[in-house]
């Protein structure tokens, strides 16, 4: 992630020129995607307080109506030798009439209709969960669209002695004293520390994923100041990479 300037190229014969890093396509496609995915479960808990759950609710409870009320008429009807008048009945109502005297049965009746097996009874605390899930990711696509909004003219800006955040915050290399460059080859991410004169230690990130160029700032950080540079440590070699003693 980090880069160097060949000696004759303009950031080398120039040291002090200013550096403007604008925030990255990559950045506003990231934030666009996590916007989108929200919206899109927004809208699905939506869909699931409004029309999903009450169905599911519904349709179990047809299935419970079907097991304790409907078929136990059928029982009845069979025992009192009724059951060609029962089975008319329900035939005129739409109504499944089981076949060779054998009872009805809710697997069946479901299928031809296109309905769950076994449908699951929401609370209403479920189903007004729902709308809270929902409602909740809506507000979150909205305030990530607010940050790319306000996101969408910030530059980091690199001078001869000092940088200044997209925030406004000037810092001078001098004042610098810790640098952390641990997860700056993976991530672009790079730790500043410094105290600025009279006021306490504060830390500052330099990212380079979101700010194209922010790698010619920390290259020009690291040519100013004399602290305590943390990079990433190489692993210690396994076992079966540490060369093994032999006694002769």
Known sequence: MESTSPPD???AAAPAETILCRVTPWYFRR???LAGLLLLFGLVFLYDGVRG???SVALAQKKEWFTTEFLPTFDAAKKEGRLEQWLADAKAKGLPTGSEGEPPRWVSYAAQNGWAEDPKLYSDREIAEQFWFGYGCLAGAGIVGIIVLLNRRKVL????????????V?????????VDKRKWEHKGLAYAWYRPVGGAEKCAVI???KFGGADQILTRLLSRFSGELIEKISEPASEE????????
Not at 241 to 248: F, G, M, R, S
């Open 31 to 33: 934030m666009g995607m």
């Open 9 to 11: 190229s303009p950031a």
């Open 53 to 55: 759950y009450p169905q």
């Open 170 to 178: 000037t810092i001078r290399y001098a004042d610098v004293f810790r």
């Open 241 to 248: 990479q540490q060369p093994v003693e032999t006694q002769e």
């Open 157 to 168: 800006r690199g001078e001869a002695d000092h940088w200044m955040t997209s925030s406004g």
């Open 207 to 209: 990212d380079d994923l």
